[in-house]
């Protein structure tokens, strides 16, 4: 999530940032991670790493769409692009079991012919890139306990100071428990059955849906005493003016000012970079997986 604001898409697009006006209002954060790291690719200093990833234009054609496709596909608010990402499985995966209607609903919004062999491998080598991404996206929900409960913490904190500063439509102490427990449910074991399903990760497939399993039964038995001790924790921080409300400038804690040297004397100051560089967000110049020289 290079670049990302902290905040949801849906709230960018509220706000008027700039990027979502970019973005076309559409997976603004996602398409500002490509941007950024096309940007950074195409450099001269990774010439060498360019010539081994492609050869020719139409080589790197095909690499920005995959780019493209794989990043977008973590944008799950994104309800057509999500449904459309169902019917491909479908396609890829169950040909036997897709249904007209399925057929009907593709972008274009004709029916597709069935596909070749040819077709059929590239498109299952697609789908699997695009489940190593959104399974990299929530990846703390497929390991250990304690991997889990780190990370869970740390975005409670990021949509909560987003919420504080105005930023955020839903207070996150509210109904905590219960989103973690659907989110699992609708998600996260559906996304590592896909892994398992796939057949391409071997052994390793179970043990990301055992850990999601696992995740989700211990969440289930102790997520409300969790949720209710991170809400009573950052509650106190606000409440000590460690941690700001509503878009003041945090104090920092003893430990954070020892630890802290200061950036190095060279070091580039937020007032030198651009707005977008400061803030974090969005992208550019890249060639969606539909439509080269275009993100959709």
């Not at 399974?135 to 780190?150: G, I």
């Not at 630890?259 to 969005?282: I, L, N, R, Y």
Request: hydrophobic share 35%; aromatic share 8%.
């Amino acid at each position: 999530d290079v670049d990302h604001q902290g905040v949801p898409n849906a709230q960018l697009v509220k706000e008027t940032d700039p990027l979502a006006i970019e973005f076309q209002n559409r997976s603004v954060a996602e398409k500002r991670s490509i941007t950024v790291a096309w940007n950074v690719l195409m450099e001269d200093r990774f010439r060498k790493l360019q010539s081994l990833i492609f050869v020719n234009g139409d080589e790197m054609r095909r690499f920005k769409q995959l780019l493209v496709n794989t990043v977008l596909a973590t944008d799950i608010a994104d309800k057509k692009r999500s449904a459309v990402g169902k019917i491909r499985w479908q396609k890829a995966f169950h040909p036997s079991q897709t249904s007209t209607s399925d057929d009907k609903a593709n972008d274009s919004g004709s029916r597709t012919e069935r596909l070749d062999d040819v077709s059929l491998r590239s498109l299952k080598a697609t789908l699997v890139f695009e489940q190593i991404m959104q399974a990299s996206d929530v990846a703390h929900t497929m390991q250990h306990w304690e991997t889990f409960k780190k990370w869970n913490k740390r975005l409670y904190k990021e949509l909560s100071k987003g919420y504080r500063e105005g930023r955020g439509a839903n207070d996150p102490r509210e109904g905590w428990y219960g989103g973690e427990i659907g989110f699992f449910d609708f998600y996260i074991i559906p996304l590592a059955k896909k892994l398992k399903e796939c057949g391409v990760f071997g052994s390793a497939a179970s043990e990301y849906l055992d850990y999601a399993l696992e995740n989700r039964r211990r969440w289930e038995e102790e997520g409300t005493e969790i949720a209710r001790t991170m809400v009573l924790e950052e509650d106190e921080l606000v409440a000590e003016g460690i941690v700001a409300p509503c878009g003041e400038a945090s104090k920092p804690s003893k430990d954070d000012a020892a630890a802290d040297p200061g950036p190095p004397k060279d070091a580039e100051s937020p007032e030198s970079k651009t707005p977008h560089q400061a803030e974090s967000s969005p992208r550019k110049d890249v060639a969606s997986g539909d439509s080269p020289g275009e993100m959709v």
